[in-house]
């Protein structure tokens, strides 16, 4: 584990992973602008400023990292070698959760507790967050709450939730999105067909003001840009905001 190896080392490691991992990169170069690299080197210095007690200055280099690359990690995680954060936005992994080694993480991911409700009869030091074995890879939305256990090289697939142990090399996946065929030709008219609504083209109805500066009834085309503000007081003057 990081602790175990040197800083630089560390950070020269995860700098590759990320070339390797991140088919969109071409050089080392250009993997200094990835976010989750950021995150991951951030939190490199946040944990070691929270394990020599420094938890405040802990915290804001993880609320700094946090802020410009959208991945929250708790000082207090322990993050394995070589773990790849790709795309970063809105990854939380929580105070006590254990990243193995060579774990890929999607965006969305949340390595998070169940709640206070349960965490808080919890007897004091105990882990509420997952510990995630090395090789995992946790796709993008995976959520994994409470203190499980996810085996070596197992998948959590796109949108999955995991509330369990999850045996070596096990995969989850969440339930795919239904597709159909297209609808008949009746059932769906396509697109820029029909009739454009009254209320869209300024034509008086029932209590729709027209929102255009032209007469009342003139088909959308005719009517001179509006603007917001414009637009913003004949909606209020009619009573309509
Ligand atoms: C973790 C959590 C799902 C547990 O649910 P719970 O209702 O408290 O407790 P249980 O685990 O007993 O689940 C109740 C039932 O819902 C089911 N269930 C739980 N999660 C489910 C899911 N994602 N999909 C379908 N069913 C689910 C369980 O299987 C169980 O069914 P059963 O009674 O037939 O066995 C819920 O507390 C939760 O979502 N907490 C918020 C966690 C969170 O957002 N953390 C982020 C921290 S960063
Ligand atoms: C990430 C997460 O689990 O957040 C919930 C709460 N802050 C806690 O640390 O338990």
């Known amino acids: 584990m990081t602790e175990e190896n040197g800083l ?3 950070l020269a490691e995860d700098l590759s992973v990320v070339v390797a991992r991140d088919p969109s990169l071409t050089s080392r170069r250009e993997a200094l602008g990835h976010t989750g690299l950021s995150a991951v080197w951030a939190h490199r210095v ?3 400023l929270y394990g020599r007690g420094m938890r405040t200055a802990a915290r804001t280099v993880a609320r700094i990292s946090r802020r410009r690359t959208g991945v929250e990690i708790h ?17 939380v992994i929580g ?13 969305q991911v949340t390595l998070g507790a169940v709640g206070w ?16 074995g090395d090789g995992v890879i946790l796709g993008a ?24 142990d999850l045996p070596p090399g096990a995969r989850v996946y969440a339930a795919r999105s239904v597709v159909r ?3 008949g030709p009746r059932a769906v008219p396509p697109l820029g067909a029909g009739p454009v609504p009254a209320a869209r083209t300024g034509a008086a109805g029932p209590g729709v003001p027209p929102v255009s500066g032209g007469p009342a009834g003139a088909a959308a085309g005719d009517r001179p840009p509006l603007s917001v503000s414009d637009a ?3 909606l209020a003057s009619a009573g309509s905001w």
Do not use: C, K
């Open 8 to 10: 630089l080392r560390t």
């Open 46 to 48: 946040s944990h070691r």
């Open 75 to 91: 000082p207090g995680a322990v993050l394995g070698r070589r773990v790849f954060i790709d795309h970063g936005a809105s990854v």
């Open 95 to 107: 105070q006590t959760a254990v990243v193995g080694d060579d774990v890929t993480i999607y965006q």
């Open 117 to 132: 409700w349960a965490d808080n009869h919890r007897p004091p030091g105990a882990r509420r967050h997952p510990v995630v």
């Open 141 to 164: 939305n995976a959520t994994v709450l409470g203190p499980v256990t996810i085996g070596d090289r197992a998948l959590v697939g796109a949108m999955a939730t995991v509330t369990e």
């Open 181 to 183: 065929p297209a609808p």
């Open 232 to 234: 913003v007081r004949e």
